[in-house]
C-alpha cells in the first residue's frame, strides 16, 4: 500500500472531513480513503454522465431506501 500526506490542507478543510468522518463513525485517514475511492472509482466520469437526480441516488443508496405512494393523478396534464 502507499502512503499519501498532504501538506498545506486549509483548517476548515480538516475541521469539515474531521466531522464527517465522526459521522461515519470512522478515521479521518479511512473518511479521506473514501472520498478518494468514490471520487475515482469510475474511469469513464460517471459525474459528468449522469443527471443530478441519479448522482445523488447513488450517493445515498448505501444508507438504504423507501418507495412512496404517489398519488393518483385525477386532473388531465395541461397542454404546453
Known sequence: M?????RNLD???KSRLRIQAARHDQSME???R???????SDPQGFEEQTGIGT???KRLEDLGG?????????????RL
Do not use: F, W
Request: glycine content about 2%.
Open 34 to 40: 473514501s472520498i478518494l475511492r468514490g471520487a475515482l
Open 55 to 57: 448522482r445523488i441516488r
Open 11 to 13: 483548517d476548515e478543510l
Open 30 to 32: 479511512e473518511e479521506a
Open 66 to 78: 423507501i418507495e412512496l405512494e404517489l398519488p393518483e393523478r385525477v386532473e388531465k396534464p395541461r
Open 2 to 6: 502507499a502512503t499519501l500526506t498532504i
